[in-house]
């Protein structure tokens, strides 16, 4: 799934109904079905998350909604630019809440191990650096993709709103692919954007909002979340399932 964010309204939500499972109640049976469920995390979680106003950008989620994200067996790509909007000391909290939490984590490489398949995770965040060297992201790509059997990228990239991916992004996946990546899960674009396979590998170009109070239109209300059965080196199965996010902060499949 793509954007996960747990600043402004779904905190705000959360603390009103003192229920922080709100957000993931009617998605929790999907989600619970799947051995992970990749989402990027748009905001830090801190300790006295204060209020977030509507209309501001400075994001962060509380603490409390972790032992949902841990039950619903998230991972987080950390890379994009809202992660360090309360500093270093917000991506410590951050960093310790998730690992206290056994919930994995990563822009570094990482890695978990599911049914004897070893998937491989790494973040890239181009919103914050638009100048990323992106021959670097080549050759970490290289280095990594021989120790495990799915290297999965996670990058922030891409003009918000657009309904599909700029020419630049379409290159650079392929680059990624060619040199190793099998899946690219693209976020911060905040709407869907169609996915393509590639040389038998899917890039997802924007998986949209996931959790996000966005309700202004639909587009960014609306999108898709997506199921990939994978066996140690075939893509078996790819479902795409579609998703409104009612009340500014429930995400719902759609009959």
Not at 39 to 63: H, M, Q, R, V, W
Not at 114 to 126: C, E, K, Q, S
Not at 193 to 218: A, H, R
């Amino acid at each position: 799934m793509g954007d996960l964010g747990l600043g402004r309204h779904i905190t705000s939500t959360a603390r009103l109904k003192n229920d922080y499972s709100w957000p993931f109640q009617k998605i929790s049976p999907w989600l619970l079905s799947n051995d992970i469920n990749v989402a990027n995390l748009e905001s830090p979680i801190i300790k006295n998350c204060p209020e977030g106003k509507t209309g501001t950008f400075i994001f962060c989620g509380d603490y409390k909604f972790l032992p949902y994200l841990t039950a619903n067996k998230f991972v987080f790509n950390l890379a994009n630019n809202h992660i360090l909007n309360y500093g270093v000391d917000g991506l410590t909290q951050t960093h310790s809440y998730l690992s206290d939490n056994k919930i994995t984590f990563f822009p570094e490489f990482t890695t978990k191990k599911i049914n004897g398949i070893d998937i491989g995770f790494l973040g890239y965040d181009f919103i914050s650096d638009p100048k990323l060297n992106t021959q670097n992201l080549i050759e970490e790509v290289k280095k990594y993709d021989t120790q495990v059997d799915w290297l999965i990228v996670s990058i922030h990239w891409g003009n918000e709103y657009l309904s599909q991916a700029e020419e630049w992004r379409v290159n650079l996946a392929h680059q990624l692919v060619d040199a190793g990546v099998d899946i690219i899960h693209g976020h911060h674009p905040h709407v869907w954007q169609n996915y393509e396979i590639y040389k038998e590998k899917p890039i997802f170009y924007s998986l949209g909002n996931f959790i996000f109070d966005q309700s202004w239109s639909y587009e960014t209300s609306h999108s898709q979340i997506v199921r990939l059965t994978l066996s140690k080196n075939t893509v078996e199965k790819l479902e795409t399932f579609p998703i409104e996010i009612k009340f500014n902060s429930q995400p719902i499949i759609m009959p």
